[in-house]
């Protein structure tokens, strides 16, 4: 789980070790292709149920990319939404991001 340090302005922010970040930077860059081939796919259908099947199949896989890196749901969108925040875990998780 995550420790907390002081921001100096009187909030904290978590403190991730590099096995999480490592594991979560992972996912972040397995997502961004499932993004990528998603929209690939999205503009050649025209139906809405073809859509919704597609859309449908890339959160599967998105699910599955986190699931394999040891992760739950909830654990990544924890880190995630700390790296919206603090550029320095943003800056780690795309650096492993890219290592993959």
Avoid: W
Avoid at 22 to 33: E, N, T
Avoid at 53 to 60: F, P, Q
Avoid at 71 to 85: F, G, Q, R, T
């Amino acid at each position: 789980m995550a420790e907390f340090r002081n921001t100096g302005d009187g909030g904290t922010t978590p403190s991730f070790s590099d096995e999480t970040v490592s594991k979560v930077g992972r996912a972040v860059g397995q997502i961004a292709l499932i993004r990528e081939a998603y929209q690939e796919g999205l503009n050649k259908l025209d139906s809405d149920d073809e859509k919704q099947e597609l859309a449908e199949r890339a959160e599967a896989a998105a699910v599955k990319a986190i699931s394999e890196q040891g992760l739950s749901i909830p654990e990544y969108n924890h880190v995630v939404a700390a790296a919206d925040d603090d550029p320095t875990l943003e800056q780690r998780l795309l650096t492993a991001a890219q290592t993959d």
